[in-house]
């Protein structure tokens, strides 16, 4: 039997606000893109009274390669949480201009009209003073920004590099590889053996993505973490390396000598896709280039061994394919300069070596 105080509290207005915070008029799709880059987690997007009341993670995807898990759920807390900015009353809806000292924290409100005058005239006396340089457009990745961007093309002014700023995908990719990403698409984390997490701390910063490395492991796959602290991302590795900040250059170089001195490095990949089959002069340490060798040939044309003539050969300029030319790693032969000296040079595998030489684990470790 239901007491008095059961159905009171059944029907009391706390339950009743309760329910209505669960109640909407329809659902729809969205998603985000100016909280990351590329981001695009499919969201659930709850609507009342015309205002987003609620979003939540979609769960829809589909298993693209049969064996690796879908990418479901997608998403982070704080696209969970963008709805709420736009009624936030921190959000800013019409133009603030300073009324204080820098930093001091005082606004006053403006019309949008004396807001792009006031823009405009800067921005001319800038470029009248100082040329168009002399602004910086911030780069964002927001789809939104594009017509910034494009004024700023046509107007001259330099665009910061958003790699440095929001840093949403890893630079070192992009010089290395050419491309923003080098795998397929972040599922196939599922698929490594073994996952180096350095320099990042992906449990934080890459939520809508991390759990393929956290299956990677009912995979076989090993994760080490490589971070001065404790972080979130070395609770949930295989191992955690504790190196001092600042350090891990150390202990990369370490690993560097234990892997060439065991020859566990692919060679195929060392010559084809490194430049460490390329040539030094060791009387300056510097790279052979064309310029050295011939009178009018190129500052940017390098050379190699061809280790079955032992003899100098022009590294292709077009293509890092080898084609029928075996790069040697290891010697050195003589160059005769276009001066008509002679030069001692050897593939920067060689210098690499030798620099190796300060790096036993022992020694590194102690930097480390
Ligand atoms: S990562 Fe977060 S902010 Fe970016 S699209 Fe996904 S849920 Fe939205």
Redesign the pocket.
């Known amino acids: 039997m239901v007491t008095k105080t059961e159905r009171k509290i059944a029907t009391g207005a706390w339950s009743d606000r309760y329910r209505d915070k669960w109640k909407w008029d329809k659902v729809t799709w969205g998603?985000?893109s100016v909280?990351?880059y590329p981001?695009?987690?499919p969201?659930r997007v709850y609507v009342k009274d015309g205002k987003i009341m609620r979003e939540e993670q979609g769960g829809q995807l589909p298993v693209i390669q049969p064996g690796v898990p879908d990418m479901n759920p997608?998403?982070?807390q704080?696209?969970?949480s963008?709805c709420h900015i736009h009624t936030s009353p921190d959000r800013i809806l019409h133009p603030l201009k300073r009324a204080g000292e820098r930093g001091e924290g005082k606004w006053e409100q403006v019309s949008w009209d004396q807001a792009f005058t006031d823009i405009a005239d800067a921005m001319l006396d800038a470029i009248q003073d100082q040329g168009p340089e002399s602004i910086i457009n911030l780069m964002t990745p927001e789809p939104g920004a594009g017509p910034a961007r494009m004024f700023s093309t046509a107007l001259g002014t330099p665009t910061t590099d958003g790699n440095s700023e929001f840093q949403d995908f890893s630079p070192g990719f992009y010089i290395t590889w050419g491309k923003f990403n080098p795998v397929s698409s972040m599922d196939d984390w599922f698929l490594a053996e073994l996952t180096l997490i350095w320099h990042a701390n992906p449990v934080y910063t890459n939520?809508?993505w991390y759990h393929s490395v956290a299956e990677s492991r009912y995979n076989g796959g090993e994760v080490i973490t490589v971070a001065p602290d404790y972080s979130p991302s070395a609770i949930h590795a295989d191992y955690h390396v504790p190196v001092r900040i600042g350090t891990d250059a150390a202990f990369a170089l370490s690993m560097c000598k234990v892997i060439i001195d065991a020859g566990l490095y692919d060679k195929k990949f060392v010559q084809e896709q490194t430049d460490l089959p390329l040539l030094i002069r060791k009387d300056n340490l510097r790279f052979l280039r064309g310029s050295d060798v011939s009178e009018g040939d190129r500052d940017d044309q390098f050379f190699w061994i061809d280790a079955r003539a032992r003899v100098l050969a022009p590294a292709p300029r077009g293509t890092l394919a080898t084609a029928d030319v075996e790069p040697a790693l290891e010697g050195s032969i003589m160059v005769t300069l276009k001066d008509g000296s002679q030069v001692e040079v050897m593939p920067a595998f060689e210098r690499l070596k030798e620099k190796l030489q300060d790096y036993e684990p022992e020694a590194a470790a102690k930097i480390c």
């Open positions: 998603s985000h909280d990351c981001g695009g987690c969201f997608m998403g982070c704080k696209g969970a963008w939520i809508h």
